[in-house]
């Protein structure tokens, strides 16, 4: 347990090697899962080859979709793809980034499946050994079989407890001819996506390496906002839900509560200042959203309209000046919400 | 327990401990998948030659290409090499230690591949089985009407039919063997022999210019990371302030009228933790200055002279009233 413990920690660290920690444990399921396998040829030539390919390929694209669902970024992208643009602009780089990743990732296990599946074998020699030219293997001695039934003869080659033909054709030296040239496939093919890896991770910094740095900071920041959204909202509406209940028992009891308690009151007791600090904090919570529209209003405009990318400094002057400041929105938006005006007055005591 | 985390902490102390780590990982892997690789010899003529050196030089490049693609140093020396140049002047000679020692590290697994398969001698065997002249061992069987070469490419596959009984396949694969263990001792201590002359004779040449494109690389390493470290508090503290002020945008009118009480210091209505985000944005509050930010980075790093930063002046303000006098003063 403990040992699972540390791993899990290790793991976590960070998103990312999160991410190659499911991508490596989705390559040992896969390489397990082929080695738990009973692999049972049919032996029959009409379905030897739909057999031993479907092993080949079906498994593979099972884990590519899984690789796909486990991801968590998949969300996160499907919304970004979706959204409509608002006042915020839509970087096709940060998707194709994205989309990329991921694949990378969930092609993996995959990958291992082919892998091991030509080493091994099994299936090349269910698939073809009832079409590949045996002629070498044949025993000359032997009458000549027809097509047809050589066909069916060497069908049955994979099956070594069915097949009774030894003398007729060297079941050895086929078997090992045909895994030669399964072994062969499935090198050549480790090759060939290795070469297309590397060119892909250690060439790609000749290209677009400003680029690249931009669109990693701003998928990573997307996921990042969407997580701190998700909190801010889970905390308002516990705010929001504690004053609203609380606003109910003070309609049914009668009693109103005094709102915005200041810390000017200092003198009257630690019990008040905790009040007024705690329920400072819940108003802070809100946020200013009091109403059941303005709530609804939030989470709409969030999709249809993000806000730009741009942090506004609240000017604040306090050395005793009445400062307005008016804040209003456009109207391309937020067209069911009329021009707002912000009037702050601070009075200071000279 | 605590060995195998004193085991991750060592190995993640520094990053070119991490490079070793890998790299002793990738031997392992290498020496796993050979153990587990089911070799087939096709004990065919025409192919015998061909599958035993690909399986002796295919996994090599595909382990080789792995080792360059998993080292952090490929992607440091990359963007060194192309980068523009920039306030910073490029010094070919950390390019040149940084390929050097990523290609040192990339190169141990395919070696312990080839070594591998040498000292088993099976490739050995399946290759060159044909190339032996049988008339120095006894017990050749000649009965079954094939030709010489075909029964001399089949000695791999001892447990074929015409071998029944015999010992002329033990005799020759011993004697391939033979061979194929000589040459993998030979080519280790030719290794070795060169790795410990370059470790020995290295301070003879340079050393002081080594010293400095050493630093210098791991400097490269270091700031790569730093960089990439301090851009996730960055976008964290970005992406909050930027939810915030979304939601209080949403407000209606709010007149708010407050006693501005003289314990109500400017520094205190600033909680701590708002200054601690202040600071980790660094004044960079727009998608265009991000972007600009990032783009400047790659094309023009700055110059390596921290002086300015390590000695900032404090800012102080000072609140006056109407007449001059001062109210609050932080200095």
Redesign the interface.
């Known amino acids: 347990m403990d040992k699972f413990r540390i791993m899990v920690q290790f793991l976590q660290a960070n998103q990312e090697s999160f991410m190659n920690g499911i991508c490596g444990i989705m390559a040992l399921a896969s390489a397990q899962m082929y080695s738990s396998f009973e692999f049972t040829c049919p032996c029959l030539p009409d379905y030897n080859y739909a057999y031993g390919i479907g092993i080949l390929i079906v498994p593979p694209i099972w884990f590519f979709l899984l690789g796909y669902v486990l991801n968590n970024n998949i969300s996160v992208l499907t919304e970004e793809w979706k959204r409509p643009v608002g006042k915020r602009r839509k970087d096709p780089a940060v998707l194709r980034y994205m989309f990329s990743s991921m694949t990378q990732r969930a092609l993996i296990a995959p990958v291992v499946w082919v892998a091991v599946t030509l080493m091994d074998g099994k299936s090349f020699l269910c698939a073809f050994s009832a079409t590949a030219d045996l002629s070498e293997f044949l025993n000359e001695s032997y009458p000549i079989l027809s097509k047809k039934e050589l066909v069916k003869f060497q069908a049955r080659i994979p099956c070594e407890d069915v097949f009774d033909g030894h003398e007729i054709i060297s079941i050895d030296a086929a078997t090992r001819y045909i895994r030669c040239f399964s072994q062969a496939c499935g090198w050549s093919f480790l090759m060939v996506i290795t070469i297309v890896a590397f060119l892909i991770r250690a060439i790609r910094p000749c290209f677009t390496q400003a680029a690249f740095l931009k669109t990693k900071y701003w998928s990573h920041y997307i996921d990042i906002e969407r997580k701190l959204f998700d909190e801010t909202c889970k905390e308002h509406a516990k705010g929001f839900a504690k004053v609203c209940i609380q606003q109910y028992f003070e309609s049914v009891s009668g009693e109103i509560v005094p709102q915005s308690q200041l810390p000017t009151k200092k003198g009257k007791g630690k019990k008040d200042d905790d009040d007024g600090e705690k329920q400072k904090s819940d108003e802070e919570k809100l946020l200013g959203i009091r109403k059941e529209e303005d709530m609804n209003k939030v989470l709409w405009n969030w999709h249809l309209c993000k806000p730009a990318l741009m942090l506004t400094k609240r000017a604040e002057d306090m050395n005793g000046h009445a400062h307005l400041d008016t804040l209003s929105l456009s109207k391309e938006c937020n067209h069911h919400t009329p021009v707002k005006t912000t009037a702050v007055a601070y009075y200071s005591k000279v | ?1 605590d060995r ?2 004193l085991v ?1 902490q060592y190995f993640q102390s520094n990053s070119e401990s991490i490079s070793n780590g890998i790299c002793i990982i990738l031997s392992l892997i290498c020496v796993k998948l050979y153990t587990s ?2 070799f ?5 003529p025409q ?1 015998n030659k061909m ?1 035993s050196l ?2 002796v030089f ?2 090599p ?2 382990l080789f ?2 080792g ?2 998993v080292n952090r140093h ?2 440091v020396l ?2 060194e090499w ?2 523009p140049l920039g306030n910073r002047t490029k010094n070919p000679a950390v390019v040149k230690f940084l390929l050097s020692s990523m290609l040192q590290r990339a190169l141990l697994a395919p070696m312990v591949w080839i070594l591998m398969t040498l000292l088993d001698g099976k490739c050995f065997i399946c290759a060159f089985s044909m190339n032996v002249d049988p008339k120095y061992f006894t017990g050749i069987p000649n009965s079954t009407g094939l030709e010489l070469i075909k029964i001399m490419a089949k000695v791999p ?1 001892k ?3 015409i071998f029944k009984n015999n010992s002329f396949w033990k005799a020759v694969s011993r004697y391939v063997r033979c061979y194929s263990q000589a040459i993998g001792w030979s080519i280790l201590l030719f290794f070795i022999f060169l790795g410990a002359m370059g470790r020995v004779l290295k301070p003879c040449f340079n050393h002081a210019t080594f010293l400095q494109t050493r630093y210098w690389s791991n400097y490269l390493d270091i700031e790569q990371k730093l960089f990439d470290e301090t ?2 508090p960055h ?2 503290n ?26 109500l210091r ?1 520094s205190t ?1 600033h909680n701590e933790y708002e200054e601690k985000e202040e600071e980790q ?1 660094h004044g960079i ?3 265009d200055q ?2 600009h930010l ?2 400047t ?3 023009c790093k700055p110059e390596l002279d921290v002086t300015n930063m390590a000695y900032k002046p404090k800012v102080c303000i000072t ?1 006056e ?1 109407h007449n001059g006098k001062a ?1 609050f003063s932080e200095v």
Do not use: H
């Not at chain 2, 209080?248 to 501005?260: I, N």
């Open positions: 327990m195998l985390k991750l690789f089911d087939n010899c096709p004990c065919l192919y599958y690909g399986v295919v996994p490049i595909i290409l792995l360059v693609l490929t992607g990359m963007e192309v980068k596959c447990e074929d039919v851009c996730v976008a964290r970005f992406a909050r302030k930027c939810v915030v002020q979304f939601f209080e945008s949403m407000q209606e009118d709010v007149t708010v009228r407050m006693a501005l009480s003289n314990t400017p209505i944005l509050t727009r998608q991000v972007d990032l783009q980075w790659y094309e609140w009233d109210l």
